[in-house]
């Protein structure tokens, strides 16, 4: 999967809307290797949005920690492929994926 410049910046501005939020662990489904966290606001709101990473390789992390500040960064992957490697520092949340990205079930995707 080849992500752009334009891939990044669009996933890095949707990111930095949830910094100091919520996030947690929604599912995983492993027929496509597929993760999915939700970002919930702060104050006690049930509404979250889900972030769904697709071809999974590697996934660590708390499965539920406040004041996100998730970045992500292109990468190497094991086979030589580019993928994607998205983190938390501040709680070590870490997922490494080589497919696409989706936004709230698809209303937005990376690459496009």
């Known amino acids: 999967m080849k992500f752009k410049q334009k891939d990044m910046d669009g996933l890095a501005s ?9 996030a947690f662990f929604a599912g995983y489904v492993n ?5 999915t966290i939700g970002l919930q606001r702060s104050g006690g ?3 979250f949005i889900g972030v769904t990473f697709v071809q ?10 406040s004041g996100c500040d998730i970045q992500c960064e292109i990468v190497a992957m094991p086979e030589g492929e580019q993928g994607l490697e998205i983190r938390d520092r501040s ?3 870490l997922v ?3 497919g ?8 937005a995707s990376y690459p496009e």
């Open 45 to 47: 709101s049930t509404d």
């Open 96 to 98: 490494r994926c080589e």
């Open 31 to 35: 027929g496509h290797d597929r993760f």
């Open 91 to 93: 709680s070590g949340f």
């Open 100 to 107: 696409p990205v989706f936004i709230g079930g698809g209303k």
């Open 14 to 22: 949707f990111f930095a809307e949830w910094r100091g939020e919520n």
């Open 56 to 65: 999974c390789v590697y996934i660590s992390g708390p499965v539920r920690w």
